[in-house]
């Protein structure tokens, strides 16, 4: 069974620009969960889809980041435009079920740097 | 305020050393969950372990086990005889259940860097 795959696994790119992020959860997963972390701190949560739905987005800094999940499948995570402290590792997960204690299997993630 | 605490930042050991690492959560649900997971150089972060609040026993699996009192809040991690290959930065996550929170959201610590020398 394949894993999480998270594309790509790094991008540099200059302020301003645009970078979007793929994440393929396992497939039969329904949730697919993204979280960050900035150097140093801890990893925090942006947002969580159920299928195609937007459970929470709570957690997504501004409205330069943008999540979209359609049919339910893979998602994708846009930063438009990038701003320096968007710099960090974007990580994707995914669990099945509906409970809140299912193990979220995650990626490898996404070194994101802002120059 | 930060519900999971890791206060080790760096710990440095011998190989077949034991470690602990300390993990400390606050929250005001009773049902919750808590997780240990793991991140290699590689990157990716493995799940290790989850375990509820209602259940207090200790778990071992070969040479980790789990220490988990609810009177100190804590779920500590312990590696016995440690080796190379479990140099990592270890996560400890707490996953709350009330009435409106969201479903499975991780609330992660800051990790700790375990570094095994040969």
């Known amino acids: 069974e394949a894993g999480v795959t998270q594309f790509p696994s790094h991008s540099v790119i200059e302020k301003g620009q645009t970078v979007t992020l793929r994440c393929d959860p396992i497939?039969?997963?329904?949730?697919l969960y993204w979280y960050r972390r900035v150097m140093g701190k801890e990893i925090k949560f942006l947002l969580h889809?159920?299928?195609?739905?937007?459970?929470?987005e709570s957690g997504m800094p501004n409205n330069r980041f943008l999540a979209e999940r359609t049919g339910g499948t893979y998602s994708t995570l846009k930063v438009q435009p990038a701003e320096l402290e968007d710099s960090g590792v974007y990580f994707c997960?995914?669990?099945?079920?509906?409970?809140?204690?299912?193990?979220?299997?995650f990626g490898d993630g996404t070194r994101l740097s802002i120059l | 305020a930060q519900k999971v605490t890791q206060a080790q930042t760096e710990i440095s050991v011998v190989e077949k050393e034991d470690v602990t690492l300390d993990c400390v959560y606050e929250?005001?649900?009773?049902?919750?969950?808590l997780f240990w997971y793991k991140q290699p150089p590689s990157g990716e972060l493995v799940f290790l372990i989850r375990?509820?609040?209602?259940?207090?026993q200790n778990e071992i699996s070969g040479r980790y086990s789990w220490n988990f009192q609810k009177s100190t809040s804590s779920f500590n991690f312990t590696i016995t005889a440690s080796q190379v290959v479990d140099s990592a930065v270890y996560f400890c996550?707490?996953?709350?259940?009330?009435?409106?929170?969201?479903?499975?959201?991780?609330?992660f610590g800051r990790g700790t860097q375990l570094t095994v020398w040969p």
């Open positions: 997960a995914s669990s099945q079920g509906t409970g809140y204690n299912q193990p979220q299997h």
């Open positions: 497939s039969g997963h329904d949730n």
């Open positions: 889809f159920v299928k195609e739905s937007k459970q929470d």
């Open positions: 929250t005001r649900d009773t049902t919750y969950y």
């Open positions: 375990r509820n609040s209602f259940d207090e």
């Open positions: 996550a707490l996953s709350e259940a009330h009435r409106g929170s969201t479903l499975g959201r991780l609330y």
